[in-house]
């Protein structure tokens, strides 16, 4: 059995409540399942393993769920609590569905059921408001079997069949020796770190023109963070770092050979000291940046590289070409 809900955790009258997301799995770790849901999970509900539980076998920690309010009356909200509205919890429902069905192929859902659980939190001595959360409850049914399934082709990324061109020493020894096409793996919890450093060095409290008002983040904490390991990608990568090393030496002493130090490399001196060589240095001006996107396409840039071809001349920024890991 699987359970998706939230949790109020806090509500400051007359503010919006806040939640907190929750996956919690039963049952025996048939056939490895336990490890391929957590792949899962980490991947596309950015989820964090919690490990087992005393009312539960394991506990997974996610902020990806949303919940809208049935009603923005004070009225409403005072004599019948926050109701939910609108949610996200069918999306991420299907998807689970998708994934233990279809993608592992040896899972039935049996049943399928949505609850909602209310809280009550003291606004002041003699006042009371209660706040409701959402549960979906998937329970799945083992088949040794099988069954047979139409599926698109995922288009696996090819092997390169030879180690790629000074691969990282951190990675995976089969991505090292180019035997696989593509692993994507969950970020551990010191470089999780490493990216909150950056996070909290480089984020500054100001609205853009489009926000429309509204309270802003004081931080933002890293839940979920993924390595992406990509042999022919970064094969091409080291030789175009290769060539960008050429064309700065050549125009040492000039003008133009000024180089640009962002500012997610004095964040974090661990990131920094992935960028430099201790022999010689970082003479191609490596650096880790930041880039905005949606998961959907993060997870495309992962496996077909980042397209500088879309950048468009109408936009305020250079066409410029970015080296990143």
């Not at 399942?33 to 999970?41: D, N, R, V």
């Not at 939190?121 to 959360?133: A, L, M, P, Q």
Request: charged letters at 25%; proline letters at 7%.
């Amino acid at each position: 059995m699987i359970e998706m809900r939230t949790v109020p955790t806090q509500l400051r009258w007359p503010q919006p409540p806040m939640y907190q997301g929750f996956i919690e799995v039963n049952g025996p770790n048939t056939n490895g399942i336990y490890e391929k849901l957590g792949q899962y999970l980490q991947q596309t509900m950015l989820a964090s393993p919690k490990g087992p539980q005393p009312y539960c076998d394991f506990l997974f920690e996610s902020d990806v769920f949303r919940l809208k309010e049935c009603s923005t009356s004070s009225h409403d909200r005072r004599y019948n609590g926050y109701l939910n509205g609108e949610s996200n919890f069918g999306r991420y429902c299907m998807r689970l569905c998708d994934f233990m069905v279809d993608h592992v192929g040896t899972w039935d859902l049996v049943v399928c059921n949505g609850n909602s659980l209310d809280t009550n939190f003291r606004i002041n001595k003699e006042d009371v408001r209660s706040v409701t959360g959402r549960e979906q409850q998937l329970i799945f049914r083992y088949r040794p079997d099988g069954r047979n399934v139409f599926m698109a082709d995922s288009n696996p990324s090819p092997t390169i069949g030879r180690p790629p061109r000074q691969a990282p020493a951190y990675w995976d020894q089969q991505c090292q020796q180019g035997k696989v096409g593509h692993m994507v793996i969950p970020a551990t919890a010191e470089e999780k770190a490493w990216l909150q450093e950056v996070m909290d060095g480089t984020y500054k409290k100001k609205s853009t023109r489009d926000r429309q008002g509204g309270p802003m983040a004081e931080r933002f904490r890293v839940v979920s963070a993924l390595r992406s390991e990509h042999p022919e990608l970064w094969d091409k990568y080291a030789h175009r770092r290769k060539a960008v090393n050429q064309t700065i030496r050549s125009r040492q002493g000039s003008e133009s050979s000024t180089l640009v130090v962002p500012k997610t490399m004095d964040a974090c001196r661990a990131l920094r000291d992935l960028c430099t060589d201790l022999m010689h240095g970082n003479p191609s001006n490596e650096a880790f940046l930041l880039h905005g996107s949606n998961p959907t396409s993060a997870m495309s840039i992962l496996s077909t590289s980042f397209k500088v071809d879309f950048l468009t001349r109408q936009q305020p920024y250079p066409r410029t070409l970015l080296l990143l890991f």
